[in-house]
């Protein structure tokens, strides 16, 4: 099989960022999503991307047409060139990643690793939805993908360690520092990151200080590159709270309990910038 070949299936901000890294590197890139408005939005993300970097010195300007060359849109799963790895980074639904991995399963050669970009959900369970759990691991990368240097790679209870040792090389090979971490709720950036997030909202929540000033505390006293509230903007309110929620039953601890005002503020679909409003206001 082609090793320079991998497919990346979901073409959010995540998929788009984590297709770009691997064009860079000189893998050829098959981007993967039903839906064809979405796969245009994401392409045009990566042409927008590359061009910056190219304009900032970080990439050579002569390669900027062959890196866009080599992501191709892709609708559907069972039309992927056969490839070593495939990346998910869909959603964050159990059911769906699910899904996905059983088609994937059914799709890729048997020698292909999966692996997921998922910031909570167990790995091991997703490996449990294939008949490769040895194949399955933890790939979760950073937003802005382009951008962040790491990479948690993750182990599932049955990962074996030739895929653990080929994932580490893959992720130093695109640039970025491999951290391994093992499958508990979280891992290790979001059960860190986002008690501190939650926390922040209930400072909010509780009228300790105003969300500028959150920030402010955070960014000046801590030299955080982000607010808190920023950040939580940045990422998605949903996907903070369904991060939380994974955490609060995933160590069954109070703890963890996602803020209310987070839970009323995703009800009322203020989900930070990209619905133009979260914990402040974006334009359109
Ligand atoms: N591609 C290329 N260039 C990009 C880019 C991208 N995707 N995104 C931003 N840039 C460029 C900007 O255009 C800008 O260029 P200029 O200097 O020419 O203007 C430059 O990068 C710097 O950006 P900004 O001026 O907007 O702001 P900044 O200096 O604050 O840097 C940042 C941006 C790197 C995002 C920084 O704010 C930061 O590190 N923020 C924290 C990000 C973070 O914590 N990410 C992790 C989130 S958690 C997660 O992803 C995991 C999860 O599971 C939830």
């Known amino acids: ?47 927008k991307s590359v061009r910056k970097l190219a304009e900032k ?41 699910k899904k996905i991995f059983q088609e994937l399963d059914a799709a890729a050669p048997k020698e292909s690793i999966l692996a997921s970009n998922t910031s909570s959900i167990s790995i091991t369970e997703i490996a449990a ?50 951290v391994e971490v093992q499958d508990y709720p979280g891992f290790v950036s979001n059960r860190i990151l986002m008690p501190m997030i939650n926390e922040a909202i209930y400072a909010l929540m509780e009228g300790v200080a105003s969300a500028e000033d959150i920030d402010t505390v955070m960014k000046l006293g801590m030299n955080h590159p982000m607010g808190p509230l920023t950040l939580a903007d940045f990422i998605g309110l949903d996907v903070c709270l369904d991060i939380m929620e994974v955490l609060y039953s995933g160590f069954s601890d109070p703890k963890y309990r996602p803020c209310p005002l987070l839970k009323k503020m995703v009800r009322a679909g203020y989900l930070g910038r990209k619905s133009g409003r979260g914990f402040f206001e974006y334009g359109s």
């Open 57 to 97: 010195g970080v990439l050579d300007p002569s390669k900027v047409d062959a890196v866009l060359s080599s992501v191709r849109p892709v609708p559907s799963v069972g039309k992927m060139a056969p490839s070593a790895l495939v990346v998910e980074a869909v959603p964050e639904h159990f059911e769906l990643k």
């Open 1 to 47: 099989m082609d090793q320079k070949q991998i497919a990346v299936v979901g073409g959010g901000t995540m998929g788009a960022g984590i297709a770009q890294v691997f064009a860079q590197s000189g893998y050829r890139v098959d981007l993967v999503d039903l839906n064809e408005e979405i796969l245009k939005r994401s392409i045009g993300r990566i042409e």
């Open 129 to 178: 939805a294939t008949k490769r759990p040895e194949k399955v691991i933890g790939m979760h990368f950073m937003n802005p993908v382009p951008l962040m240097k790491l990479v948690e790679v993750i182990r599932g209870i049955a990962t074996a360690d030739e895929t653990y040792e080929r994932v580490e090389a893959l992720t130093k090979e695109l640039g970025k520092t491999p």
